[in-house]
């Protein structure tokens, strides 16, 4: 199948097909990450961009770019940003207001003089220049004219790179560790500490979400036995995110109870 | 198909990365938007070893990967013990020096 896409690519027209068809695609995924108000949804915006930069590569006779950029960036890389995403809430700082005033227009239209300034650099870098291909380069192949290059030209940045590697992963183990300073409080300290808090009340532990008998979805709050919606039975999470039903249109009614028992 | 066209879309694309960093406020969405900007010069890399016609650009774009995947494993954790210490993933709320 990448043969066949790499045949395809190589061919003039289908490529500014492709190109044409999802380089506007990629550019509104990217504009589109910036304007939502969702970390997640913005997640899902930068996945989209890094698959389409992968057929990209594809396209241009790097085929084993591509499937790394799937595997790395859309794999790795992505699922490691929404892991954090949801460690650290997903309902953390979501809003758009900016702080200092007047920022986003600044940025804006500082950003549209630096695009308009690297593209003309880069016309002028490729102007009356034709393309030579990478036909000659991938003679042998994609991966094997790379693994030439790798451990030839290029194995001392490789090495560097290994140790570069090893020495992320713990700094991340050191950053991400964290000490105890306080004992662990046991479940026995736990129940012991409701009992003795004063009321009662809270010796049972809290309520369980959903409601008795006609709905017990984890976001709808439970019935407390006089028909009040207890707070307590929903994650805080849930509550932030504002996701919360009204547990009162699910209260059984007595009546329709009895009709059906005759 | 001229190739400079892969070009202007990686310019693009750095150029919104960019925007992305000085506008947004959550740290993660932040750390995205340099997600972005490192794979349009990616793009750049690999577009430039086609014209030339050697396969170092997709070398160097090759490293530059391995190179992201570090940064974002150090810089995930570095917004998780942030957040551990400040309860917040706001780069707003990152201001100890100042007071």
Redesign the interface.
Known sequence: MINYALALGQTAKPEAVLFYILAPLAVAAAIGMLVVKKAVHSAILLAWVMVTLAIFYIAQDAAFLGIVQIVVYTGAVMMLFLFILMLVGVDSSESLTETIKGLRWIAITASVGFGGLLISLLGRATLGRTSVGLVDANANGNVEGLAQLIFSNYVWPFEVISALLITAAVGAMVLAHHERTVKRVTQREQSQARFRSGSLAAAAGLPGPGVFALHNAVDVPALLPDGTPAAASISATLKARGDMLDSAQYQLDNNDNVEEDK | ?????????S??????????V?????A??V???V??ML?AA???F??F????????G??V???T??????????G??????I??SRR???V??ANLLKR
């Open positions: 198909m001229n190739s400079a066209n892969y070009l202007y879309l310019a693009l694309l750095f150029t919104i990365g960019a925007v992305g000085v506008i947004r406020r959550n993660i969405v750390f995205m938007c997600e972005l794979n990616n793009l750049t690999v577009t070893s086609r014209i030339n016609g050697n396969l170092d997709q070398i774009a090759f490293f990967m391995v190179v992201a995947a570090c940064e974002v494993v150090v995930l954790a570095i917004i998780v013990t957040y551990r917040s993933a706001s707003d709320d």
